[in-house]
C-alpha cells in the first residue's frame, strides 16, 4: 500500500464523508504496490551498510550534529530532528541554530496553517454565486462565511478571523512570494504581517513591487527596521496616493479608551493631523515644565499625564510662578512655546526620554474593546421611590478637591494642595458641559441627548454586585469599554451616580450559577430632580446592581440597606423574585417548559421582554462575539413568519453581522431552552452557547 496515498489511511474520515477521492489507483483498478522511488531502496541499504562497515560512517552524537539543523529546510525532517533534540544535551555554540530553526519551523506551520484558511476561504467564495473566485482560486473578497468558521474553529472574535483569513488570502495570491517565504521560515509571521498590512493600501502592481523592494532584506531587518522601510517604498511608490490617504485618514480621526491590564486605561487620538498633534504635544509638555519648575513633584511623563486629564476634565490646578519670578510671569525655566523642553531638565526627574520610575513597557492596543451591558429598557417596569440621598454620606461633589483655584481673577498664580506625585484630582463627581470653562464651545441649558443606555451622550454602563456596593464583597465591578473595575472604584463611580438624576438604576435578579432570572428597575426620586438635569453628565448613564435571589432570605444582609438605594434595590430584587416564580412554576407545568407568559403576539417584543432577554444574554449568541446585547438585534430564532413566537424561549440577541450570517446557506440556530443556544455550519461542525453569567 502506498503510505503517500490520501485514501489507504482515512477510513474514519471516510465514514463521515469527508473522504478524498483522489487515491492512486493501479492500471487494474488496485492501488500501486510500491512507488518507482522505492525501486533503488535496497541498494542504497545495501551502500550504507558497506560504508559503515569499510569505516567511512559512523554514528555522530546529537550534540555534535546539532550544527547541521540550521541545513536542514523547513519542514517535516526539520520537525522530526527537534522532537528527538533536547537542549540540555547540546553545546553552547548550537543553541542560537536551535532557537533560530524553531522559529523556521513556526514560520512553516502557520504558512500551512494560512494556506488551508485560503482554500476554505476559496472555496466558499466559490459557492457563493455573489462572490466567486477566479481561475487561480482567489476570491473577490472574503467571505463571511469562511470569516465565521474560522472564528468557531479558532476561537477567535470577528474581527480577528476577518484579519486573519484576509491574511490567508493575501499570502497566498496577492502577495505569494512573502506566502513563500513564511513557508520557507526566510521570515516570521510578524515581518509577513507587516508587509501584508503597509501594501494593503496598494493595486496589486504595485504592491508586488514594493514586496521585491523588500523581501530579500525582511528576514534580517527589526521589525521597527522593516517598518521603517515599508512606509518609504509604499510612499516612494505611489507619492500622489500617499497624500490623499493621509488626508482621507484625517477624516477619521477618533478618541480611542483601552483598558490596560493593571486597573488603569489609556485615552489616545487615533488619525490626528500630524503637525497638530506634535503642536498639541508640545503644550502639554511645556505645561508639564511649568509645573515642575514650580515645584510639583513627579516626573515629566506623570505631570504631562495630569495636565492632559486636568486640560479635559477641568480639573487642572493654577500652575504658580517658579521661586524668585514676578508676579504674573511665566517660569523661567519654561519652554517657549510650540518648541522643545529644556536640555537639561531637572536633576530630581528623569529626562523625556527615560520612562517614570516604576513604569514598564506598554504594547500598543489592538483595538477598542467590546462595550459591556445591555442598555435602555422600558420605563413602566414597577419601582420603589427612595427619599434622601440614595448611597447615604456625602456624595463625591461635596467633597474638597485637590488643586483648586482662587476665585479672584488676579495676576498671581496660586496652588492649593499641591498635586503628589502618586495623586490625582478628585473624581468629578459632575462633569461640566464643554462649555461651562473658559474657551469657546457650548453653553450651559443645552441640555444632552440621551446617549445609548438612556444617559448622556458618550456615558457608559456600571454593572456592580449588590454585595460590593454595599462594602461585604470584593467582588469587582464592571464599566463598559473599560471592562473589571476594583470594588474602590465602582463604589466611587456609583456615588458620583447618585448625584445625577438623569442616572438609570436597574437591578438584575440572579440564580445559583449566576445567570439573570428577572429584571426590575430603580426611578430616581422626585427631590433630585434639580436644574442639574440636563446641564450636566456623569460618567455612568446607568448602574446596574446584580442581586442573587439567595441573599434575599438573609436578614444579616439586608440589615445593610437601612435605606437608600441597597434598600431599594433589595425591594425591587423581592418584587422581581416573587414574578420570577410564578412564571418557573407556569413555565414547568407547560408542555415544552415554557408557559409563554411573556409572549407577545406582535412582531416586536414588549420593553420588558427585551429588558430581559438583553440581560439574560448580556453579549451576541454568537460564541465567539463580545457584542453587547443592547446594541444588537433580538432574533426570532424560529422566525416569525414561520410560526415562531415572540417569546423568551424564542428570541436571543444577535450582533447585525452574525443575524445575517444566521440566514446564509447551511447554517443553522437552534434554542434548546431560554437561553441555551446551539450554531451549526455548512460543514455540519455544532457549537454551544449557553447563558451569560454576572458575578454575584
Same mark, same amino acid.
Given at each position: @500500500?502506498?503510505?503517500?496515498?490520501?485514501?489507504?489511511?482515512?477510513? %474514519?474520515?471516510?465514514?463521515?464523508?469527508?473522504?478524498?477521492?483522489?487515491?492512486?489507483?493501479?492500471?487494474?483498478?488496485?492501488?500501486?504496490?510500491?512507488?518507482?522511488?522505492?525501486?533503488?531502496?535496497?541498494?542504497?541499504?545495501?551502500?550504507?551498510?558497506?560504508?559503515?562497515?569499510?569505516?567511512?560512517?559512523?554514528?555522530?552524537?546529537?550534540?555534535?550534529?546539532?550544527?547541521?539543523?540550521?541545513?536542514?529546510?523547513?519542514?517535516?525532517?526539520?520537525?522530526?530532528?527537534?522532537?528527538?533534540?533536547?537542549?540540555?544535551?547540546?553545546?553552547?555554540?548550537?543553541?542560537?541554530?536551535?532557537?533560530?530553526?524553531?522559529?523556521?519551523?513556526?514560520?512553516?506551520?502557520?504558512?500551512?496553517?494560512?494556506?488551508?484558511?485560503?482554500?476554505?476561504?476559496?472555496?466558499?467564495?466559490?459557492?457563493?454565486?455573489?462572490?466567486?473566485?477566479?481561475?487561480?482560486?482567489?476570491?473577490?473578497?472574503?467571505?463571511?462565511?469562511?470569516?465565521?468558521?474560522?472564528?468557531?474553529?479558532?476561537? @477567535?472574535?470577528?474581527?480577528?478571523?476577518?484579519?486573519?483569513?484576509?491574511?490567508?488570502?493575501?499570502?497566498?495570491?496577492?502577495?505569494?512570494?512573502?506566502?513563500?517565504?513564511?513557508?520557507?521560515? %526566510?521570515?516570521?509571521?510578524? *515581518?509577513?504581517?507587516?508587509?501584508?498590512?503597509?501594501?494593503?493600501?496598494?493595486?496589486?502592481?504595485?504592491?508586488?513591487?514594493?514586496?521585491?523592494?523588500?523581501?530579500?532584506?525582511?528576514?534580517?531587518?527589526?521589525?521597527?527596521?522593516?517598518?521603517?522601510?515599508?512606509?518609504?517604498?509604499?510612499?516612494?511608490?505611489?507619492?500622489?496616493?500617499?497624500?490623499?490617504?493621509?488626508?482621507?485618514?484625517?477624516?477619521?480621526?477618533?478618541?480611542?479608551?483601552?483598558?490596560?491590564?493593571?486597573?488603569?486605561?489609556?485615552?489616545?487620538?487615533?488619525?490626528?493631523?500630524?503637525?497638530?498633534?506634535?503642536?498639541?504635544?508640545?503644550?502639554?509638555?511645556?505645561?508639564?515644565?511649568?509645573?515642575?519648575?514650580?515645584?510639583?513633584?513627579?516626573?515629566?511623563?506623570?505631570?504631562?499625564?495630569?495636565?492632559? @486629564?486636568?486640560?479635559?476634565?477641568?480639573?487642572?490646578?493654577?500652575?504658580?510662578?517658579?521661586?524668585?519670578?514676578?508676579?504674573?510671569?511665566?517660569?523661567?525655566?519654561?519652554?517657549?512655546?510650540?518648541?522643545?523642553?529644556?536640555?537639561?531638565?531637572?536633576?530630581?526627574?528623569?529626562?523625556?526620554?527615560?520612562?517614570?520610575?516604576?513604569?514598564?513597557?506598554?504594547?500598543?492596543?489592538?483595538?477598542?474593546?467590546?462595550?459591556?451591558?445591555?442598555?435602555?429598557?422600558?420605563?413602566?417596569?414597577?419601582?420603589?421611590?427612595?427619599?434622601?440621598?440614595?448611597?447615604?454620606?456625602?456624595?463625591?461633589?461635596?467633597?474638597?478637591?485637590?488643586?483648586?483655584?482662587?476665585?479672584? %481673577?488676579?495676576?498671581?498664580?496660586?496652588?492649593?494642595?499641591?498635586?503628589?506625585?502618586?495623586?490625582?484630582?478628585?473624581?468629578?463627581?459632575?462633569?461640566?458641559?464643554?462649555?461651562?470653562?473658559?474657551?469657546?464651545?457650548?453653553?450651559?441649558?443645552?441640555?444632552?441627548?440621551?446617549?445609548?443606555?438612556?444617559?448622556?451622550?458618550?456615558?457608559?454602563?456600571?454593572?456592580?454586585?449588590?454585595?460590593?456596593?454595599?462594602?461585604?464583597?470584593?467582588?469587582?465591578?464592571?464599566?463598559?469599554?473599560?471592562?473589571?473595575?476594583?470594588?474602590?472604584?465602582?463604589?466611587?463611580?456609583? %456615588?458620583?451616580?447618585?448625584?445625577?438624576?438623569?442616572?438609570?438604576?436597574?437591578?438584575?435578579?440572579?440564580?445559583?450559577?449566576?445567570?439573570?432570572?428577572?429584571?426590575?428597575?430603580?426611578?430616581?426620586?422626585?427631590?433630585?430632580?434639580?436644574?442639574?438635569?440636563?446641564?450636566?453628565?456623569?460618567?455612568?448613564?446607568?448602574?446596574?446592581?446584580?442581586?442573587?435571589?439567595?441573599?434575599?432570605?438573609?436578614?444579616?444582609?439586608?440589615?445593610?440597606?437601612?435605606?437608600?438605594?441597597?434598600?431599594?434595590?433589595?425591594?425591587?430584587?423581592?418584587?422581581?423574585?416573587?414574578?420570577?416564580?410564578?412564571?418557573?412554576?407556569?413555565?414547568?407545568?407547560?408542555?415544552?417548559?415554557?408557559?409563554?407568559?411573556?409572549?407577545?403576539?406582535?412582531?416586536?417584543?414588549?420593553?420588558?421582554?427585551?429588558?430581559?432577554?438583553?440581560?439574560?444574554?448580556?453579549?451576541? *449568541?454568537?460564541?465567539?462575539?463580545?457584542?453587547?446585547?443592547?446594541?444588537?438585534?433580538?432574533?426570532?430564532?424560529?422566525?416569525?413568519?414561520?410560526?415562531?413566537?415572540?417569546?423568551?424561549?424564542?428570541?436571543?440577541?444577535?450582533?447585525?453581522?452574525?443575524?445575517?450570517?444566521?440566514?446564509?446557506?447551511?447554517?443553522?440556530?437552534?434554542?434548546?431552552?431560554?437561553?441555551?443556544?446551539?450554531?451549526?455550519?455548512?460543514?455540519?461542525?455544532?457549537?454551544?452557547?449557553?447563558?451569560?453569567?454576572?458575578?454575584?
Amino acid at each position: @500500500m502506498d503510505p503517500e496515498a490520501p485514501g489507504d489511511f482515512v477510513s %474514519d474520515d471516510r465514514a463521515a464523508g469527508w473522504a478524498g477521492q483522489d487515491e492512486q489507483v493501479g492500471p487494474g483498478g488496485q492501488a500501486d504496490e510500491f512507488p518507482a522511488e522505492w525501486a533503488d531502496q535496497e541498494a542504497i541499504l545495501a551502500e550504507e551498510a558497506e560504508a559503515w562497515l569499510s569505516g567511512r560512517s559512523r554514528e555522530v552524537p546529537r550534540g555534535e550534529a546539532a550544527d547541521l539543523v540550521e541545513s536542514l529546510p523547513a519542514g517535516p525532517d526539520l520537525a522530526g530532528w527537534l522532537a528527538i533534540c533536547s537542549p540540555g544535551e547540546l553545546e553552547s555554540a548550537a543553541l542560537p541554530g536551535v532557537v533560530a530553526s524553531y522559529r523556521r519551523l513556526t514560520s512553516w506551520a502557520q504558512a500551512g496553517e494560512l494556506a488551508a484558511i485560503a482554500e476554505l476561504a476559496s472555496r466558499s467564495a466559490a459557492a457563493d454565486d455573489k462572490i466567486g473566485a477566479d481561475d487561480d482560486g482567489r476570491p473577490s473578497l472574503v467571505p463571511d462565511e469562511a470569516v465565521a468558521q474560522v472564528s468557531l474553529y479558532l476561537a @477567535m472574535t470577528r474581527y480577528g478571523a476577518s484579519w486573519w483569513t484576509d491574511l490567508a488570502v493575501a499570502l497566498t495570491w496577492r502577495l505569494a512570494a512573502t506566502g513563500a517565504a513564511l513557508a520557507a521560515g %526566510d521570515v516570521d509571521l510578524a *515581518r509577513a504581517r507587516l508587509i501584508a498590512e503597509a501594501t494593503a493600501v496598494l493595486d496589486d502592481d504595485t504592491a508586488r513591487a514594493v514586496e521585491a523592494a523588500v523581501l530579500a532584506r525582511a528576514g534580517t531587518d527589526t521589525t521597527s527596521q522593516l517598518r521603517a522601510r515599508l512606509r518609504r517604498a509604499v510612499i516612494a511608490a505611489d507619492p500622489a496616493g500617499a497624500d490623499r490617504r493621509r488626508q482621507e485618514a484625517e477624516r477619521h480621526a477618533k478618541v480611542g479608551f483601552y483598558p490596560d491590564q493593571d486597573d488603569t486605561a489609556s485615552l489616545a487620538g487615533h488619525k490626528l493631523p500630524g503637525t497638530r498633534a506634535a503642536a498639541a504635544m508640545n503644550r502639554i509638555t511645556a505645561l508639564a515644565w511649568a509645573l515642575k519648575a514650580a515645584g510639583a513633584p513627579g516626573g515629566i511623563d506623570l505631570l504631562r499625564s495630569q495636565v492632559f @486629564m486636568g486640560l479635559l476634565l477641568g480639573t487642572l490646578p493654577a500652575i504658580p510662578p517658579a521661586p524668585g519670578s514676578p508676579p504674573g510671569g511665566p517660569p523661567p525655566d519654561e519652554p517657549p512655546s510650540g518648541g522643545p523642553p529644556p536640555d537639561e531638565p531637572p536633576s530630581d526627574g528623569p529626562s523625556l526620554d527615560e520612562p517614570p520610575s516604576g513604569s514598564g513597557h506598554r504594547d500598543e492596543p489592538s483595538g477598542p474593546p467590546d462595550d459591556d451591558v445591555p442598555g435602555p429598557g422600558d420605563q413602566d417596569l414597577p419601582a420603589d421611590d427612595f427619599p434622601g440621598d440614595p448611597l447615604g454620606g456625602d456624595p463625591a461633589w461635596a467633597q474638597p478637591q485637590i488643586g483648586g483655584q482662587d476665585d479672584d %481673577d488676579d495676576d498671581d498664580w496660586m496652588i492649593v494642595n499641591p498635586v503628589s506625585a502618586a495623586s490625582w484630582p478628585a473624581f468629578p463627581a459632575l462633569i461640566p458641559p464643554s462649555g461651562a470653562g473658559p474657551g469657546p464651545g457650548p453653553q450651559p441649558g443645552s441640555g444632552p441627548r440621551p446617549g445609548p443606555a438612556g444617559g448622556p451622550p458618550g456615558s457608559l454602563d456600571l454593572t456592580v454586585p449588590w454585595m460590593t456596593l454595599a462594602g461585604c464583597s470584593p467582588e469587582p465591578g464592571h464599566l463598559g469599554r473599560l471592562g473589571p473595575i476594583t470594588p474602590s472604584q465602582a463604589r466611587e463611580i456609583a %456615588d458620583a451616580a447618585a448625584t445625577d438624576p438623569a442616572v438609570q438604576w436597574r437591578v438584575i435578579l440572579t440564580g445559583a450559577a449566576g445567570q439573570a432570572i428577572a429584571v426590575s428597575r430603580i426611578p430616581a426620586a422626585s427631590g433630585r430632580l434639580t436644574s442639574l438635569q440636563g446641564s450636566r453628565s456623569t460618567v455612568a448613564g446607568r448602574v446596574s446592581l446584580t442581586v442573587p435571589e439567595d441573599i434575599l432570605a438573609c436578614p444579616p444582609q439586608t440589615e445593610l440597606a437601612s435605606g437608600g438605594i441597597l434598600a431599594a434595590a433589595l425591594r425591587a430584587a423581592g418584587r422581581a423574585a416573587t414574578a420570577a416564580a410564578a412564571r418557573s412554576a407556569a413555565d414547568a407545568a407547560a408542555a415544552g417548559g415554557c408557559a409563554h407568559t411573556t409572549a407577545t403576539a406582535s412582531y416586536r417584543p414588549s420593553p420588558r421582554l427585551r429588558e430581559h432577554v438583553v440581560a439574560r444574554d448580556l453579549t451576541c *449568541r454568537f460564541p465567539s462575539c463580545g457584542q453587547p446585547a443592547w446594541r444588537g438585534d433580538l432574533d426570532h430564532t424560529q422566525p416569525w413568519e414561520g410560526g415562531g413566537l415572540t417569546c423568551s424561549c424564542n428570541l436571543g440577541a444577535l450582533c447585525r453581522h452574525h443575524h445575517i450570517l444566521k440566514q446564509h446557506p447551511g447554517w443553522r440556530l437552534t434554542q434548546a431552552r431560554p437561553g441555551v443556544f446551539q450554531w451549526v455550519t455548512p460543514t455540519g461542525r455544532a457549537y454551544a452557547c449557553a447563558p451569560a453569567s454576572y458575578a454575584a
